[in-house]
Structures are given as structure tokens and as C-alpha cells.
């Protein structure tokens, strides 16, 4: 271990310059100015009692953007803790078994089976219900921490995006391109979105930021949360989550930010399609199985809501044979939201945004390595 953090320190003094560079390159971005921009909070308990039986870690292993990232994490980890820089999971194979924490690595089962001393897993993604199915997650053994809020403004700018074409009928004229006539399919009534109601369906960090900007647009803003009725100035109304039925029948455009809980799953269905307004808009991005499928698809048809748009945000394949594929007046796009998938989400981030995320893993890693309260930390209780 003596020689492995040796050589971890050499690679870190070859690198600095390099780290630095990576640093300039990206002006303004410090570890304040994520806090602030994230607005993350802290855990009200610190990570040597959250974790059951948690002694001190000596050994991280990190999934890397960029060679010297590794030497730019171990310059914050205390005396002790050597920071593993891998490519990929196949890398990361065979440090496995003496890991303490897995960051950036996912959660699959049988990578976390073949790391029996992990106390702590850090996921990109902003939805712990993959996750919470892992036993050793879900009793609370291993610490949680995922992407929530850091995402906000990119699942923001995809909900908004789909709010936008269906309003105007975008995914008509796109068809219409296709079949080379501009008068196939005759698009919907165009949606005024200003004057018009939108309901939040869960108001965390990304169901906030769209509210933001649904405000901004000039729409009257409602929404519903799990925790309590409070909520930003820009939002008129929060209801609990149960008020989620009485309403869905008041928004012209319904947006589902919720995580998937036993709760939520489901919670559109055809009795919940049948509360909304004819010409309603309904968008949901987080999770696929918050909305029942034939559901929603058997909806369109009769005319019961007006248009949607759906990520098929699941593990779950979708059958070629499925109903949603011939729905009308429905947008279908895959996890990302997009048919280039991580690649284009990581080519329109910015240096600037990518070093903020990186700046706020480093010191969840150091608040880890020290037991401290840590960022962003699931309560498998709650799902989120």
C-alpha cells in the first residue's frame, strides 16, 4: 500500500501542471461557486455514522475523464487514501475487491458484488431506484450519493424542449418533412404557454428549475412535493404529493419531475389521464414506469389528453409491437433523450460546468475519506 501511494504522489507531481492547466482553463469555477450553483445540501448526519461499522478508507476507485484527474483527486484525499484512476469498468475489474468506494461506477449488481468492502457508491445519474434494488443499497450498508441537482438545468432545458414542440406541433411538421408533404398530417391548436398553468409533479431540484423557467415564460406555476408545501416565490401553489389528482384536472401542461418511488410507479394512469383537460400536455423525462404505457398510449388514442412526450427512461426494452410506437400526438425518445446518447450530453457541456461537477465529487471523496457530512445522499427510505 506504502509503495502504491508513492507512486500515486509521483504521478500527482508529474501531473500538477496539467491539473492546473485544466483549472485555467475553466475561469471561476471553484468549489463555492458549485455549492452555490448546485445549491446542495449536506447530510444532517456525518458519513462515520451513516455508514454502518465505517472505519477510515484507504483505497478509491474513480472512473476518469482525462489521465491527470487522478493526481488532481489525490491532492485532496488525507494521508492514507490512494486514489484509483480507471477508463472504464473493465478497468476497474481487478481493484474491485480491495475498494472502499466506487465513484462515477455505477451500480450494477455483480460489479458490487465483487467488491465486498465497499462503503460508498457515488452515480452520476439524478435517479436512485437502480440503485435502491442492489440489497446491500437498499439496507442502507452502502452510502448512496447520486447527481441530483447537479443536473437540474440540462433535464430543465429536455423538458422544456418537449413543452415547446408539442405546444407548436414540432413532431407533426418533422413528420410531415419526412413523408415530403408539408399538409400529411394536420398539427394540433397551437398551446399559448403564456397565461397557461403548468403543474410540477415533484418540486426537487430539477422540477424547480422548470418551474423557473415556466414562470419566466409567463405561465401560472403549481406543483406538488413529498416533503412539505413549501416552495420558491415563482411557484403559486404546493400541495403534497396525494393532491397530485385534484390538480392535475387545473394544468395545461403537466411535467413529471418525481423520482420512482413505490409511490409514484404507475401514478399515471388511465384514471389520472382521465382527470386532465382534453388539450393537456403531458411530459414525463424522469422515469418510464411512473406512467403506464397502454395507459398513455389508449389516452392519445380516444383524445383524452391532448399530446405527451415520454423518455424511455427504464432498463426495460421497449417491444417493437408496443402500442406507444403508433400513438398519435406523442413524442418517444430514448434514456438520454436523445438518439447520440452520453457523448453528445458530454460534447455540450461546458469546461466550465464539467470542472464544477468534478470540483463537488472531490470534496464528497475528501468528506467521505474523513467521515464527514456529506452531498447529495439518498435515504433509501424515501427513494430519493
Known amino acids: 500500500m506504502r509503495i502504491a501511494r508513492i507512486a500515486v504522489a509521483a504521478v500527482a507531481t508529474a501531473c500538477a501542471c496539467s491539473a492546473g492547466s485544466a483549472q485555467q482553463a475553466a475561469p471561476g469555477t471553484n468549489l463555492a461557486a458549485a455549492l452555490k450553483k448546485y445549491q446542495l445540501r449536506e447530510s444532517v448526519r456525518p458519513a462515520r455514522q451513516l455508514v454502518p461499522d465505517w ?3 484507504t483505497r478509491m476507485i474513480v472512473k476518469i475523464d482525462k489521465p491527470q484527474r487522478t493526481a488532481w483527486l489525490q491532492e485532496a484525499m488525507p494521508s492514507g487514501v490512494t486514489v484509483v484512476g480507471v477508463r472504464n469498468e473493465a478497468e476497474a475489474a481487478s481493484q474491485l475487491a480491495n475498494a472502499d468506494a466506487l465513484i462515477l461506477l455505477g451500480c450494477r449488481a455483480d460489479t458490487i458484488a465483487k467488491a465486498p468492502k465497499v462503503k460508498w457508491i457515488n452515480v452520476a445519474g439524478g435517479g436512485a ?3 435502491l434494488a ?3 443499497i437498499a439496507s442502507g450498508d452502502i452510502l448512496l450519493t447520486d447527481g441530483q441537482k447537479v443536473k437540474d438545468t440540462i433535464l430543465a432545458e429536455m423538458a422544456m424542449g418537449y413543452v415547446f414542440a408539442l405546444a407548436r406541433s414540432i413532431d407533426v411538421g418533422l413528420e410531415n418533412q419526412r413523408l415530403h408533404d408539408f399538409y400529411a398530417i394536420h398539427g394540433r391548436a397551437a398551446k399559448q404557454l403564456r397565461g397557461s398553468t403548468m403543474l410540477v409533479v415533484g418540486l426537487g431540484g430539477a422540477g424547480t428549475e422548470i418551474a423557473r423557467i415556466a414562470h419566466a415564460l409567463g405561465m401560472r406555476v403549481i406543483a406538488t412535493r413529498n416533503s412539505s408545501r413549501k416552495g420558491p416565490p415563482f411557484v403559486s401553489y404546493v400541495g403534497l404529493a396525494n393532491e397530485t389528482a385534484k390538480l392535475v384536472g387545473e394544468a395545461d401542461v403537466v411535467v413529471v419531475c418525481a423520482p420512482l ?7 399515471f394512469n388511465t384514471a389520472m389521464f382521465k382527470r386532465m383537460k382534453r388539450n393537456a400536455i403531458f411530459v414525463d423525462w424522469t422515469r418510464a414506469e411512473i406512467t403506464v404505457p397502454e395507459d398513455l398510449a389508449a389516452a ?12 424511455w427512461a427504464t432498463g426495460a426494452p421497449l417491444p417493437k409491437t408496443d ?8 413524442i418517444l425518445a430514448p434514456w438520454a433523450g436523445t438518439g447520440g446518447g452520453a457523448a453528445v450530453n458530454r460534447a455540450n457541456q461546458s469546461k466550465a460546468d464539467i470542472e464544477m461537477r468534478w470540483l ?6 475528501r468528506r467521505f475519506a474523513e467521515g464527514e457530512r456529506m ?3 439518498v435515504d433509501p427510505k424515501r427513494g430519493y
Open 360 to 365: 463537488v465529487i472531490r470534496e464528497n471523496m
Open 375 to 377: 452531498y447529495s445522499v
Open 134 to 136: 442492489v440489497p446491500r
Open 323 to 330: 402500442p406507444l410506437w403508433s400513438a398519435p400526438n406523442l
Open 55 to 57: 472505519t477510515e478508507p
Open 261 to 267: 418511488t413505490p409511490a409514484t410507479r404507475g401514478l
Open 300 to 311: 392519445l388514442r380516444a383524445g383524452t389528453i391532448g399530446s405527451a412526450a415520454l423518455n
Open 129 to 131: 431506484d437502480q440503485c
